[in-house]
C-alpha cells in the first residue's frame, strides 16, 4: 500500500504538476472509511484511492478542486455525515488535505508564424503545457505534434479564451494589429485569470493598442500589464532570438506568480 501509494504521487505530479492529498486523520461513530484512507485529486478529478465514495468523496473531491485553483497549501475539516455531508450515518470525521508540487506552466500561443514557429518547440522542452491557436490550417501543421501541444485551428482566434485555465499565459503574435485586439481585448476581460498578457511589437504598436483597447472599455490599470513589445531586451529580431527572450520573460514572470 506504502509503496502503491508514493509510486501514485509521484506519478501524478509528473503527470499534472500539481494534486491535492486527502487523509482520514480520525473518526468518531459510523464512518465509510478506516483512519488512514487516502485519495489524491488531480484538476480532472480522482486519480487514486478512496475515500469512502458517495457523498463524502464529493465533499473532498469540492475541496480538493477549490485547493488545486486558489493559493491554499493545507486544510483540515471536520465533519459531521450527517449535517455537513448529507449522509444517512451520524458519525464525525476528520480529514487533512495537502497540497503538492506545482502547477504546470500552461501557455496559449495566438498565432503560428515564423516566430511561434521557433518558440513553441522550446517551450515544448520545458515543464509546460502549449496551445497554440491560428485560423491558418498551413501553420497550424507545421508545428510538431506533441503531447503538450494542442493545436486550435478556428476562424475567430479571440473565442478560443474562454475555455483558457486560470493561471495561461497568453502571447499574442498573429498576422498583425487588427487579429490581436480581439483577442487582448477578451483576454483583459478575463484579466484577473491570467498573469501574463503579452503581445509582439514595438513601443509605438503598444500605443495603438492600448488606445483601441481603452476605447473597448478597458481600464488604464488592466492595460498596465500589458507586456509590449514582448520578451526581454536583448538579441536582434530573427525568430530564435526573439523566441529565446519570450521565454527569459515568462520564465521571471512565473517566478513572480509563485
Same mark, same amino acid.
Given at each position: 500500500?506504502?509503496?502503491?501509494?508514493?509510486?501514485? =504521487?509521484?506519478?501524478? @505530479?509528473?503527470?499534472?504538476?500539481?494534486?491535492?492529498?486527502?487523509? =482520514? %486523520?480520525?473518526?468518531?461513530?459510523?464512518?465509510?472509511? *478506516?483512519?488512514? &484512507?487516502?485519495?489524491?485529486?488531480? #484538476?480532472?478529478?480522482?486519480?487514486? /484511492?478512496?475515500?469512502?465514495?458517495?457523498?463524502?468523496?464529493?465533499?473532498?473531491?469540492?475541496?480538493?478542486? +477549490?485547493?488545486?485553483?486558489?493559493?491554499? &497549501?493545507?486544510?483540515? &475539516?471536520?465533519?459531521?455525515?450527517? #449535517?455537513?455531508?448529507? =449522509?444517512?450515518?451520524?458519525?464525525?470525521?476528520? @480529514?487533512?488535505?495537502?497540497?503538492?508540487?506545482?502547477?504546470? !506552466?500552461? *501557455?496559449?500561443?495566438?498565432?503560428?508564424?515564423?516566430?511561434?514557429?521557433?518558440?513553441?518547440?522550446?517551450?515544448?522542452?520545458?515543464?509546460?503545457?502549449?496551445?497554440?491557436?491560428?485560423?491558418? %490550417?498551413?501553420?497550424? +501543421?507545421?508545428?510538431?505534434?506533441?503531447?503538450?501541444?494542442?493545436?486550435?485551428? @478556428?476562424?475567430?482566434?479571440?473565442?478560443? *479564451?474562454?475555455?483558457?485555465?486560470?493561471?495561461?499565459?497568453?502571447?499574442?503574435?498573429?498576422?498583425?494589429?487588427?487579429?490581436? %485586439?480581439?483577442? !487582448?481585448?477578451?483576454?483583459?476581460? #478575463?484579466?484577473?485569470?491570467?498573469?501574463?498578457?503579452? %503581445? $509582439? /511589437?514595438?513601443?509605438?504598436?503598444?500605443?495603438?493598442? #492600448?488606445?483601441?483597447?481603452?476605447?473597448?472599455?478597458?481600464?488604464?490599470?488592466?492595460? +498596465?500589464?500589458?507586456?509590449?513589445?514582448?520578451? !526581454?531586451?536583448?538579441?536582434?529580431? $530573427?525568430?530564435? +532570438?526573439?523566441?529565446?527572450?519570450? $521565454?527569459?520573460? *515568462?520564465?521571471?514572470?512565473?517566478?513572480?506568480?509563485?
Amino acid at each position: 500500500m506504502k509503496i502503491d501509494f508514493i509510486k501514485k =504521487m509521484e506519478t501524478a @505530479i509528473e503527470n499534472y504538476g500539481e494534486v491535492v492529498l486527502a487523509t =482520514m %486523520v480520525s473518526h468518531r461513530g459510523s464512518a465509510p472509511q *478506516i483512519d488512514g &484512507a487516502k485519495v489524491i485529486f488531480t #484538476k480532472e478529478g480522482l486519480f487514486w /484511492g478512496s475515500i469512502g465514495g458517495g457523498k463524502i468523496e464529493h465533499a473532498v473531491q469540492i475541496k480538493s478542486k +477549490e485547493m488545486l485553483e486558489e493559493n491554499e &497549501a493545507n486544510f483540515f &475539516a471536520k465533519w459531521n455525515l450527517q #449535517k455537513d455531508i448529507g =449522509m444517512t450515518c451520524g458519525g464525525e470525521v476528520s @480529514i487533512f488535505f495537502e497540497k503538492f508540487g506545482k502547477p504546470k !506552466l500552461k *501557455i496559449a500561443v495566438f498565432g503560428a508564424g515564423h516566430v511561434s514557429q521557433s518558440l513553441i518547440p522550446l517551450l515544448l522542452k520545458l515543464d509546460c503545457e502549449v496551445k497554440c491557436i491560428d485560423p491558418r %490550417v498551413d501553420w497550424i +501543421e507545421k508545428l510538431p505534434s506533441h503531447k503538450k501541444l494542442e493545436k486550435v485551428c @478556428i476562424e475567430n482566434s479571440e473565442d478560443a *479564451i474562454a475555455s483558457l485555465e486560470k493561471g495561461t499565459f497568453i502571447i499574442s503574435m498573429t498576422q498583425g494589429h487588427k487579429y490581436d %485586439v480581439p483577442i !487582448l481585448h477578451k483576454a483583459f476581460l #478575463k484579466a484577473a485569470d491570467f498573469p501574463y498578457i503579452g %503581445v $509582439i /511589437g514595438s513601443k509605438q504598436k503598444a500605443q495603438v493598442i #492600448k488606445a483601441d483597447l481603452k476605447e473597448l472599455g478597458i481600464l488604464e490599470q488592466d492595460l +498596465e500589464r500589458l507586456f509590449c513589445p514582448i520578451g !526581454l531586451n536583448f538579441g536582434s529580431n $530573427i525568430p530564435e +532570438e526573439i523566441a529565446f527572450s519570450i $521565454i527569459g520573460q *515568462i520564465l521571471t514572470e512565473r517566478e513572480l506568480c509563485l
